[in-house]
């Protein structure tokens, strides 16, 4: 990617989402009422990214620095204080109206809140291959252990199982498998202990201490003081009377990983939404983020990381429970990143790069089959 591109961004990005973190933004919700759209003008960015100008809705050529808003406004209406501008070094920008985002998974608080047991949807249906009942199946107990079905610690409603993989942390047993996901799922946003229960389903689909599959080994803090995240992740060590299977349900077993870059087409399949398909329309995107749609204030900075577009195929790319879903190539049975974060809609998704999570974390992906 031009290297101006990502320096013009860093530039926008420093600026713009700082007063969108102080502006409590991800609170924000499009009004009618012009007086209070333009008040909330100067604090409206709440993601800065790199991807195609966008023209009646479809993208061009052009590469752009996007600015994401939660109400475009005309420019006439604004003070001159408050207009975002239409170029930074030489750069053209576009500004771009969407929702922001929120962790797609929830504490757990009673089992009336927690999220319904949904079924599958169409899309998830006609996607999975004959006869192929983890998809179907995917918010139930399913022995042996596979990808891309619920999971969660004992204190979060639920999210999903991304991956198996093993630790390269010094003095960790290579041959222990473990299960990848999101802090926010495994490790309830930093609150989890060594050790902790994780059950398959999490709690929200009928999970408790039977069906305790894991405990939590380590995580990575998110930052919730406007410190830039890179990732949000975790593992839970597979207790050894757990049968499990290298495959993700509907997809197959992954062989390889790879950067995701823009105009790429992908997949995934989550606890929720089941397998859906987008396009990865930026690839270095920085979101302000809502930890908890009860507590709008609490908000993390996640930077370079990338956004998925749905497709019109599928009503959404991801949903709360969705959450630590991995995304592949549609072209090839690579990992690509870590979903974790998207509007209530579905309308797109925010995933870390997988080699950032398995750098952090110092683990790799079973890419083998050794089970």
Known sequence: MDPQLLQGKQVLSARLLGLGLRGNIVAMRRTFRVEAAVAAAGHNVHAVGVGRKLVEGKPTDDMVIRLYVVQKLAPSLLPPRDRLPEAVDGIPTDVIESSPAFLAAK??????????????????????????????????????????????????????????????????????????????????????????????????DGGGVPDRVAELR??????LNGA?????????????????????????????????????????????????????????????????????????LFQSQFRIERTPDFPAFGRGGDSGSLVVSKAALNALGLYFAGPESGSYGIASPIADVLSLLEIELVTDAVA
């Open 218 to 223: 380590r995580f990575i803090s998110i930052d």
């Open 107 to 204: 504490k757990l608080r009673t089992r009336s809140t927690a999220h319904p047991r949904r079924g599958p949807t169409p899309a998830a249906i006609a996607a999975a291959a004959p006869n192929e009942g983890c998809t179907v199946n995917r918010q139930k107990r399913q022995r042996a252990l596979i990808a891309g079905i619920s999971v969660a610690h004992h204190d979060v409603t639920a999210g999903t199982i991304a991956y198996f993989c093993r630790s390269l942390k010094l003095g960790d047993d290579p041959r222990r498998i473990h299960i990848l996901s999101n802090n926010h799922v495994l490790a309830n946003v930093n609150l989890g202990q060594n050790g902790d229960d994780v059950y398959q389903p999490g709690p929200a």
């Open 228 to 300: 830039p995240n890179k990732v949000d992740a975790a593992i839970a060590e597979l207790r050894a009377d757990i049968e499990w299977k290298a495959s993700l349900c509907t997809i197959g077993r992954i062989i390889g990983t790879e950067k995701g870059v823009e105009g790429m087409e992908v997949r995934k399949h989550g606890r929720t939404t089941g397998y859906t398909e987008g396009t990865i329309s930026d690839e270095s995107y920085d979101a302000l983020v809502g930890m908890d749609h009860n507590y709008p204030n609490v908000v993390g």
